[in-house]
């Protein structure tokens, strides 16, 4: 049985894999910063949750503590935590620049870090959260691009340093998804059917396309699977669609 902590478990992708966890009878532990919107969910769940603030090591450390005290041990985490900037590089100001690491890169080092610890006795599996924009060339991406492709780099690194120690470590880059943090941008018509028009498929993502792949990787059946980027991304990073 699956044994999860989730943190940014109150996003669109981290609560979509919360759902599809408990309904495949895995326990879940939801954690994330928006305290009121995690309420709910795990209302809706009928799991425990807490805040944290995944910039912060310490932070992260007591949740997966307490995550794992609550379920009894854990068999993987998923860090489900991310922004969304898009601005040329010389128009992203310092301050968005530090936000959109910490928010991106520095979450999941410090996934990778108390996973690390905690996961060293029993192994498991570890997901993260890297994007398309990552692995292929998209105009005004620049800082998450740069955030993404960090991740992806942290994900392989890890998956070498605690293979012996069985911790599996992997990515999934999506592609544009229907979320709350990217509703901003589809409200924008235009916007949102030049953002459909990159994907080859024909459509955006939604939050349970990814939430499959994350929850296929954290399964401890798949244990034969480490430092893999999983692109679910409709085609927009490996095809060029025909026109």
Not at 103 to 111: D, K, P, Q, V
Request: charged residues 15%.
């Amino acid at each position: 049985m699956s044994k999860v902590l989730v943190i940014g478990g109150s996003g669109g992708i981290g609560a979509a894999v919360a759902r599809q966890l408990v309904a495949s009878g895995g326990q879940v532990f939801l954690a994330g910063r928006n305290s009121q919107t995690l309420a709910a969910a795990a209302s809706e769940l009928g799991v425990q949750w807490t805040p944290v603030e995944a910039t912060e090591a310490a932070a992260v450390d007591a949740c997966a503590d307490a995550a794992a005290e609550a379920l009894g041990g854990l068999t993987g985490i998923t860090n489900c935590v991310g922004s969304i900037l898009l601005k040329p590089a010389h128009l992203t100001q310092p301050e968005d620049w530090q936000a959109t690491i910490a928010a991106n890169l520095t979450t999941a080092f410090n996934t990778v870090r108390t996973a690390g610890r905690l996961l060293k006795a029993s192994g498991g599996s570890v997901v993260l959260l890297s994007s398309a924009a990552a692995r292929i060339g998209l105009a005004n991406h620049e800082a998450v691009a740069a955030a993404k492709a960090g991740v992806i780099g942290l994900t392989l690194s890890a998956a070498a340093t605690y293979a012996r120690a069985r911790i599996r470590f992997n990515a999934v880059a999506p592609g544009l998804v229907r979320t709350p943090l990217s509703a901003g941008l589809l409200a924008n018509e235009l916007a949102a059917k030049a953002s459909v028009a990159m994907h080859p498929l024909g459509r955006l993502g939604e939050p349970e396309d990814v939430a499959r792949a994350i929850c296929w990787l954290l399964d401890p059946h798949n244990d034969w699977v480490t430092g893999q980027v999983l692109g679910v991304d409709g085609g927009l990073a490996d095809v060029k669609a025909r026109v």
